[in-house]
Structure formats: structure tokens, C-alpha cells
């Protein structure tokens, strides 16, 4: 039976890297979700255990901060974020820092992914209304959203489920991943501001976007559940998890808007995913295959647990299978006081390096793509790979300072 677990996980993180399974239909999630299922009719788990290996908190932590998101797209408060943002009278690099400062500090509050699926296609419209080439602006949306998630636990799928597995303070987490987020975000706008400028004019006429109006009601109601929330999480009580159902059952509660409208905006395919990769590495470590392999490596001379290898193997790992499936990998070694930030920073980061290194990077290039904006690997990579090695030297060397303070 260690055979076939062995095998089902060979080829759930070859789907991983691959981005699906050749011949077939299938994404990641259903790579996941197919895993899953092959392992409990070939009798290696049984439903039971296989639901058990599920970690509900993580999920329920993620679906309340969705749901939370869905509020937000559906007042239109990012809809008049972007067009305030378009609409400013100032010059090209101006807007690109309040467009990375803007995003990336939405991203640190709710979900990236959701932030880029929502701004995208209203900031090429933006970008057309002033006869701009949106090309800058979509990436620099992309590189904001990522490197602003690290800044805390709830900023990303994987922040949230290494907050979750090593119980991390909320508030303790604000200086390990705040400075180096903020420091990025500077460093974001310098560098792709430094590679552009003189270049802003608009190539072509994207297609045009349907901006929705503003809803004062549904936006303000989405606020107040935010600041509850962001307050319970500082104080630590209830649990996150607790704290975003309630703050989701809060929002479901409508007279005016149908539940149903709320949960179609809901990333089903990330939480699929989630539960997929839980189930199949739960397998793959009640084999023993994980621990063996940790052992070998210590004989080996490599330390997976020292906050510096940790660090390097995150990144690589989170570029070859991306961040969560890497992460979920790793925890296992998460073993030192700065485990959790090490993990979250570096995946997170990491994912500006390579255009499959985020879904926010897929989001952003896919919402552009349906309006006539082309961005390819040479694209991204022009300014992709430079703000992640800066944003990753950034959090490398905070991290090193953190670990002196605490060994002093």
C-alpha cells in the first residue's frame, strides 16, 4: 500500500508543477481532489480518515475571509478604489505607488487572489480612460498583491494555514512580516517605476469594462464586519477561524442580497484544492516517507530546520509546485521560534519570481488577457524576477536581524 501512496503523490505534485495532467482537463484542484479520491478507493485511507486529515480550521478561516471579500466586490468598494485611482491627477509614477501601496494593502486584509481578480480588468479600463499602457500597472498589481499578503496571517491562502498549523499570534506576526512587506512595497514601485518610465503611453485599446456602481449600504456593512474582525483577531479571541464564520453568517444575513450571489463568488477550486493536498500528504506522512526523508537529510548534513535552509527550500519548492503544496511540504520542518515566518515570507515573495509562481500572477494575466492585454513569461519576468529577488534579499536580511534580536 506505501507503493501506491507513494505513486498517487508522484503524480498530484507533478500536476502541481505542471499546472494539471497532460491529456486531461483537470487544474490543479482537480489534480488534488482526484488524489484524494484514488487514495480512499484504493483502500489506502478510509472516508473517514480521509476527512479527518482535512484541516477544518484552515478551510473555515479561508471561506469566512472569502465571503468577506465577495461583500466587498459586490458594493463595488474596489470598482471606486480603482476608478479613484485611475482618476487621479497625477503623473504615471505617482499612480504606480498608490497603486502598489493601495493593493498591496488590501491584499494584507483579504485574500490576494480576490483583490487581483476584482482590480485587473478595472485598472486597464483606468489605464485606458488616460491613455496609459496597462501593462506596468497589471504587473505592478500582481507584484503588490503578493509581496502586501506577507505583511500578515490573513493576507494568503498559505499565511492562513501556517497560522493556523504553528499558532501564530496575529499581532505578534505585524513586525515579523509588516516591515519587510512595507520595505517591498517600496521597493516594488522603485524598481518597476525604474524599468518603465518613459514607456507609459498605451499600445492598444483594451476592450472596455463595466464598472459597477457603488453600493453604500453593502460596503459599509462589509467595513464594520472587517474591523470586528481585524479586532478579534488582535485580541486573540475566539479563535480565527470562529471569528471569520461568524463575521461570514453576519454577511449572509441579507435582506437584500441573495446568499446565493455571495457564495457564487466564493474560490470553490482553492478550498477544493486545500482539502485535496491535506488528504494526500497526510497519507504520504503516515507512511513514514516524510520523517525518513528529514532523517536522511540531517545524516546528509543538511539542517531542513535552520531558518536559512528552510528559507532556501521554500523558495525553490514554491516555484516548482507553488507556495501552498510547498508550504503544506515544509511544515513538517517548521520547527525554530521564526519557522512561521520564514515559511510565509519566502513562499509568498517567492511567488513574484515566475508567472506560475501565484495564482494572483494567473488571475491578473488571464483578467487581462479577456480585454486584449497580452502578458506573457518574457513580460512578467522583465519585472517579476527583479522584484522578488529584492523583496526576498529584503526579507532575508529583517529575518536575520529578528533572529539576532531574539538570540540576544
Given amino acids: 500500500m506505501h507503493a501506491t501512496v507513494l505513486a498517487v503523490f508522484a503524480l498530484v505534485y507533478a500536476g502541481m508543477v505542471l499546472g494539471?495532467?497532460?491529456?486531461?482537463?483537470?487544474?490543479?484542484?482537480?489534480?488534488?481532489?482526484?488524489?484524494?479520491?484514488?487514495?480512499?478507493?484504493?483502500?489506502?485511507l478510509t472516508p473517514e480518515q480521509a476527512w479527518d486529515a482535512i484541516d477544518v480550521p484552515t478551510l473555515a478561516l479561508l471561506f469566512g475571509l472569502m465571503v468577506l471579500s465577495a461583500q466587498f466586490r459586490i458594493g463595488g468598494l474596489y470598482a471606486v478604489i480603482a476608478r479613484r485611482i485611475g482618476a487621479a491627477a497625477v503623473s504615471p509614477g505617482v499612480l504606480l505607488l498608490v497603486l502598489v501601496l493601495v493593493a498591496g494593502a488590501l491584499?494584507?486584509?483579504?485574500?490576494?487572489?480576490?483583490?487581483?481578480?476584482?482590480?485587473?480588468?478595472?485598472?486597464?479600463?483606468?489605464?485606458?480612460?488616460?491613455?496609459?499602457?496597462?501593462?506596468?500597472?497589471?504587473?505592478?498589481?500582481?507584484?503588490?498583491?503578493?509581496?502586501?499578503?506577507?505583511?500578515?496571517?490573513?493576507?494568503?491562502?498559505?499565511?492562513?494555514?501556517v497560522a493556523q498549523r504553528l499558532q501564530l499570534s496575529f499581532a505578534g506576526y505585524l513586525l515579523d512580516g509588516g516591515v519587510p512587506a512595507l520595505l517591498g512595497l517600496l521597493a516594488t514601485w522603485w524598481i518597476i517605476r525604474a524599468r518603465t518610465a518613459g514607456r507609459w503611453e498605451l499600445a492598444t485599446s483594451p476592450l472596455p469594462v463595466a464598472e459597477p456602481e457603488l453600493d453604500r449600504w453593502q460596503t459599509l456593512k462589509g467595513l464594520l464586519v472587517l474591523a470586528a474582525l481585524i479586532?478579534?483577531?488582535?485580541?486573540?479571541?475566539?479563535?480565527?477561524?470562529?471569528?471569520?464564520?461568524?463575521?461570514?453568517?453576519?454577511?449572509?444575513?441579507?435582506?437584500?442580497?441573495?446568499?446565493?450571489?455571495l457564495l457564487a463568488l466564493i474560490d470553490w477550486p482553492l478550498l477544493v484544492l486545500f482539502g485535496g493536498l491535506f488528504i494526500v500528504n497526510h497519507a504520504l506522512s503516515a507512511t513514514g516517507a516524510v520523517a525518513d526523508a528529514m532523517a536522511r537529510l540531517q545524516q546528509s548534513g543538511v539542517q531542513p530546520e535552520h531558518p536559512a535552509t528552510l528559507f532556501g527550500l521554500s523558495v525553490v519548492l514554491s516555484?516548482?509546485?507553488?507556495?501552498?503544496?510547498?508550504?503544506?511540504?515544509l511544515l513538517p520542518a517548521a520547527t525554530h521560534p521564526l519557522a512561521g515566518p520564514v515559511l510565509t515570507l519566502s513562499s509568498t515573495l517567492a511567488g513574484n519570481l515566475f508567472?506560475?509562481?501565484?495564482?494572483?500572477?494567473?488571475?491578473?494575466?488571464?483578467?487581462?488577457?479577456?480585454?486584449?492585454?497580452?502578458?506573457?513569461?518574457?513580460?512578467?519576468?522583465?519585472?517579476?524576477?527583479?522584484?522578488?529577488?529584492?523583496?526576498?534579499?529584503?526579507?532575508?536580511?529583517?529575518?536575520?536581524?529578528?533572529?539576532?534580536?531574539?538570540?540576544?
Avoid: K, Y
Fill in 20 to 44: 494539471g495532467l497532460p491529456g486531461l482537463r483537470l487544474d490543479r484542484s482537480g489534480v488534488a481532489l482526484l488524489g484524494a479520491i484514488a487514495l480512499v478507493v484504493a483502500g489506502a
Fill in 231 to 261: 479586532a478579534v483577531f488582535l485580541a486573540g479571541r475566539p479563535p480565527r477561524e470562529v471569528a471569520a464564520l461568524g463575521a461570514a453568517g453576519l454577511l449572509l444575513l441579507s435582506r437584500r442580497t441573495a446568499s446565493a450571489r
Fill in 355 to 408: 508567472l506560475v509562481g501565484s495564482i494572483a500572477n494567473l488571475i491578473v494575466v488571464e483578467q487581462a488577457g479577456r480585454l486584449g492585454v497580452r502578458i506573457g513569461w518574457r513580460e512578467h519576468a522583465r519585472l517579476g524576477v527583479p522584484v522578488a529577488l529584492a523583496t526576498l534579499a529584503i526579507a532575508a536580511a529583517w529575518l536575520a536581524l529578528r533572529a539576532a534580536m531574539l538570540a540576544a
Fill in 107 to 161: 491584499s494584507a486584509l483579504l485574500v490576494n487572489d480576490i483583490v487581483c481578480l476584482a482590480m485587473a480588468p478595472l485598472i486597464v479600463d483606468g489605464c485606458a480612460r488616460r491613455r496609459l499602457d496597462p501593462l506596468p500597472f497589471l504587473l505592478a498589481l500582481a507584484c503588490a498583491s503578493n509581496v502586501g499578503s506577507a505583511a500578515t496571517l490573513i493576507g494568503n491562502p498559505q499565511n492562513m494555514l
Fill in 319 to 329: 516555484n516548482v509546485v507553488s507556495n501552498v503544496p510547498a508550504v503544506m511540504l
